[in-house]
């Protein structure tokens, strides 16, 4: 039987189915820390004022301006924080895509590759906007793979030849929790899956049907499921990892797609 798409996890009969504002509040159960924003310089305002000698108004004017000057630049320093940021993304995902363009979706990735890339998807993932992209719309559509680890979908041991080598796709649709992996040439394989959400970036994916050739349609076993997690988010880029340690990177390319009931 020819091997299904999983982009997320490893199928049960089957080979299984490419540019960001810090956040406020670390996950303690996410291996990811988000960037912290409050990086404004501490008492910018009071050592303004305390260093006035001579003055026995503590907390006269000089003092209230002070703590005002600072809450005042407070939201000015985030701000800056942010653009950094996402300029620091965009050049993080130039290289990314730099990096994994020549490696066939990861087949041709080395150990010194694969160690490359996961170098600079931690980097872009500490610099994350989206802090729950299950909540948001920038996860809807059909994104396309352009890098994995899964061995599992990348069938390294099989001869080129009866690889799947054309495109394959991953649609979400995080408003009815639907998912759908689907492979293009030259086997044209699909699984679709209800997701449960575990928190607000993890989900757990419980393949219902196959379909091979895109033709013959199977109810998936109770043993087609597995967990996804996006650790990075934006209109043009998502990073994802699987529960057995794969990472994903996939890029949109249809926004408005569907995933089918």
């Known amino acids: 039987m020819a091997p299904l798409v999983s982009l997320s996890l490893p199928l049960p009969c089957a080979a299984p189915a490419s540019s960001l504002a810090p956040r406020a509040e670390p996950d303690a ?8 924003s409050s990086s404004s310089p501490r008492g910018g305002g009071l050592v303004l004022a305390a260093a006035q000698p ?22 000015f320093f985030a701000g800056n924080k942010e653009k950094e940021n996402r300029e620091k993304a965009e050049r993080l995902k130039e290289e990314l ?5 020549p490696l066939d979706r990861g087949v041709d ?10 170098k600079i998807v931690q980097q872009l993932e500490e610099v994350n906007q989206v ?22 979908i990348l ?8 690889r799947p080598f054309g495109t ?20 044209f394989n699909q699984v679709t899956a209800n997701l449960v959400p575990l928190n607000s970036r993890r989900v757990a994916v419980r393949f219902d049907y196959f379909k ?33 340690g794969n990472l994903f990177i996939l890029k949109m390319v249809d926004p408005a797609y569907r995933v089918p009931l």
């Open 97 to 101: 895509l730099a990096a994994i363009r």
């Open 212 to 244: 091979i050739f895109n033709l013959i349609s199977i109810k998936a076993l109770g043993s087609g499921k597995g967990e996804l997690e996006i650790t990075y988010l934006d209109e043009e880029l998502r990073a994802s990892r699987g529960d057995k």
């Open 131 to 152: 802090k729950e992209p299950l909540k948001s719309d920038l996860l809807n559509g059909k994104w396309e793979l352009l890098y994995t680890t899964s061995e599992s």
């Open 29 to 36: 159960s996410s291996s990811f820390h988000p960037l912290a």
């Open 155 to 162: 069938q390294p041991q099989r001869p080129k030849f009866l």
């Open 54 to 75: 001579g003055s026995g108004h503590r907390g006269g004017g000089r003092w209230r301006a002070g703590v005002s000057s600072f809450s005042f630049l407070a939201p």
């Open 168 to 187: 394959i796709y991953q649609a979400i649709n995080a408003d009815t929790l639907r998912a759908q992996n689907m492979e293009t040439w030259p086997y």
């Open 109 to 118: 990735a080395t150990a010194e590759d694969k160690e490359r890339v996961e």
